[in-house]
């Protein structure tokens, strides 16, 4: 019986292969190429950047819970959060104005007002305007990530996908938020 693990962006448990390079194992989806684990992945005495990390999850419960692994992995020295989308870009609008750093967006893709897909089109706008760089985004939701989402992602790179699932534990989602910061800080920090 072949081993396997959960991949976030299948939202499912997938065959696997590991890879030893840069020093580190990665175990790799056999289906969509998506690191699933990385051992050694954070250098513990990197400090926050001087940035910002902002969140938008109608769901205080999973902001309280994606603010606790930002924390915890000194992703940024500032950490936002917002219930919906509206208010998130309304946010980003004012920090790209101050020329502040925005390292990583977290976007829930249904809220009410404003849903994440929608907030991520309106932050790569506000992005043209200010002549800025594209933050990294990462949609967050309980649903499988569908082939209009991955349409969706390619046209608002760089964007990734993690599947919360439906066990409410938050361990579970904590670990589940934890590898896929941790891909996207390594890939543009």
Known sequence: MTETRYCLCCGEDVPFSSVERNERRESICAYCGFTLDVQELWDTGKTASDGYAIIADDSQYTRSIIEGVLKEKNVSSFIRSFENGLMLTTEYSKLLGTKSTVDIAIIDLNMPVMDGLTAARTMRELEKQHNAHAVP???????????????????????????KGSDPDPEKLASRVEYLVGYVIEKFR
């Open 137 to 163: 985004v990462v949609f967050f939701s309980a649903h499988k990530a569908d082939e209009n989402l991955r349409k969706q992602m390619e046209v608002l790179k760089p964007a990734f996908y993690v599947n």
